[in-house]
């Protein structure tokens, strides 16, 4: 099999993230977590005033968003088109969310994942391993165009990259069990996701949890997410 070659998404792309970040901060729920490193500025004004004016300064762990992310990014392809938008969504996730957790797939999800595409070949991670690693706490979100030929999900040995000994939507199947906190954000315009029968059948399997990666699209998402 031809080893395909993939560059990461860059974390520090900033351009158009502002609103995606507005979106994404409807899934939140905040927590003091780690160690005292933040002033409680309250806490040291009270604490002075006690103390007749000797500084007392007080610490609080920072405040984080205590919701449990878990994002695959399918990459290579069809996405290349879509990488920019894909970076301002890794960008503003990686900055809303403390408990994040992120891999890479190509066209459909196997038997592994991997988290950087330099060394997809070497260090991979298998599915499983990620299945039984991340609690049902998690909220789950795949990233990509869910266009594909039909047999990459559903026969054995469909994959386009290597012999795979279950379907693809078979593991899709096996993570939606696993959260039913999931969502699937596609880049494609949605007017043509009737048009690619690949589309519509991962869009059965995450119940039509399916959303155009728009800033309305994140934001109906989201609201899934954290109902």
Same mark, same amino acid.
């Given at each position: 099999?031809?080893?395909?070659?993939?560059?990461?998404?860059?974390?520090?792309?900033?351009?158009?993230?502002?609103?995606?970040?507005? $979106?994404? =901060?409807? !899934?939140?729920? %905040?927590?003091?977590? @780690? &160690?005292? /490193?933040?002033?409680?500025?309250?806490?040291?004004?009270?604490?002075?005033?006690?103390?007749?004016?000797?500084?007392?300064?007080?610490?609080?762990?920072?405040?984080?968003? $205590?919701? =449990?992310? !878990?994002?695959? %990014?399918?990459?290579? @392809? &069809?996405? /290349?088109?879509?990488?920019?938008?894909?970076?301002?969504?890794?960008?503003?996730?990686?900055?809303?969310?403390?408990?994040?957790?992120?891999?890479?797939?190509?066209?459909?999800?196997?038997?592994? !994942?991997?988290?950087?595409?330099?060394?997809?070949?070497?260090?991979?991670?298998?599915?499983?391993?990620?299945?039984?690693?991340?609690?049902?706490?998690?909220?789950?979100?795949?990233?990509?165009?869910?266009?594909?030929?039909?047999?990459?999900?559903?026969?054995?040995?469909?994959?386009?990259?290597?012999?795979?000994?279950?379907?693809?939507?078979?593991?899709?199947?096996?993570?939606?069990?696993?959260?039913?906190?999931?969502?699937?954000?596609?880049?494609?315009?949605?007017?043509?996701?009737?048009?690619?029968?690949?589309?519509?059948?991962?869009?059965?399997?995450?119940?039509?949890?399916?959303?155009?990666?728009?800033?309305?699209?994140?934001?109906?998402?989201?609201?899934?997410?954290?109902?």
């Amino acid at each position: 099999w031809e080893k395909r070659q993939y560059r990461n998404l860059d974390d520090n792309c900033e351009l158009g993230t502002r609103n995606i970040k507005v $979106a994404l =901060k409807k !899934l939140r729920k %905040f927590a003091r977590t @780690g &160690s005292a /490193d933040e002033l409680d500025l309250d806490d040291t004004i009270k604490s002075t005033a006690k103390d007749a004016g000797l500084l007392n300064i007080k610490m609080v762990p920072e405040r984080h968003n $205590a919701v =449990k992310l !878990l994002v695959f %990014f399918d990459i290579g @392809g &069809s996405m /290349d088109r879509y990488i920019q938008l894909c970076e301002q969504l890794f960008s503003a996730i990686r900055t809303e969310f403390k408990h994040l957790e992120y891999f890479y797939f190509h066209n459909c999800v196997y038997e592994s !994942l991997w988290r950087d595409n330099a060394r997809r070949y070497d260090e991979g991670v298998k599915t499983n391993d990620v299945l039984h690693t991340f609690g049902s706490d998690y909220h789950v979100i795949f990233v990509g165009d869910a266009a594909m030929s039909p047999w990459e999900l559903i026969y054995e040995n469909g994959s386009v990259e290597h012999n795979n000994e279950e379907p693809g939507q078979l593991w899709l199947q096996r993570i939606k069990e696993k959260w039913d906190k999931a969502i699937w954000l596609n880049p494609v315009s949605e007017n043509y996701w009737q048009f690619t029968q690949s589309t519509q059948m991962i869009k059965e399997i995450f119940d039509n949890k399916m959303y155009p990666l728009t800033i309305s699209g994140i934001t109906e998402g989201i609201q899934f997410l954290s109902k």
